[in-house]
């Protein structure tokens, strides 16, 4: 079975830093998709950013980029996400998830993790 494990998380002031990891077991195949999704009390699960295992090709969503980096450890099967100039507006539950093809949808990918909260005050 795929297992996701996030953490990271945690307050942070407007401008500042936090990365978040997400530490994947049973993860075989090169052909993964991994993602970071985030959920804001009341809106729908949006994603942030995601990387194919295998190429390790980043995609952002626009209200992330220049400001967030993703990367992977494939040794330690191990995603990242870098969060620079965090704003109030990234205050979520930051999940983790991995599926086998490249989706913008939170239904394209079937493994999640737990959700790790980061809070970003003003």
């Known amino acids: 079975d795929v297992q996701l494990q996030a953490s990271g998380g945690g307050l942070a002031q407007t401008g500042g830093s936090l990365r978040l990891s997400c530490e994947a077991s049973?993860?075989?195949?090169?052909?993964?998709?991994i993602a970071w999704f985030r959920q804001a009390p009341g809106n729908k699960r949006e994603g942030v950013s995601c990387?194919?295992?295998?190429?390790?090709?980043?995609l952002y969503a626009d209200s992330v980029k220049g400001r967030f980096t993703i990367s992977r450890d494939n040794a330690k099967n191990t995603l990242y996400l870098q969060m620079n100039s965090l704003k109030p507006e990234d205050t979520a539950v930051y999940y983790c998830?991995?599926?086998?093809?490249?989706?913008?949808?939170?239904?394209?990918?079937?493994?999640w993790g737990q959700g790790t909260q980061v809070t970003v005050s003003s």
């Open positions: 049973g993860i075989d195949s090169d052909d993964y998709v």
């Open positions: 990387i194919n295992r295998r190429d390790g090709i980043p």
């Open positions: 998830a991995a599926g086998s093809a490249l989706s913008e949808q939170p239904k394209g990918y079937g493994y």
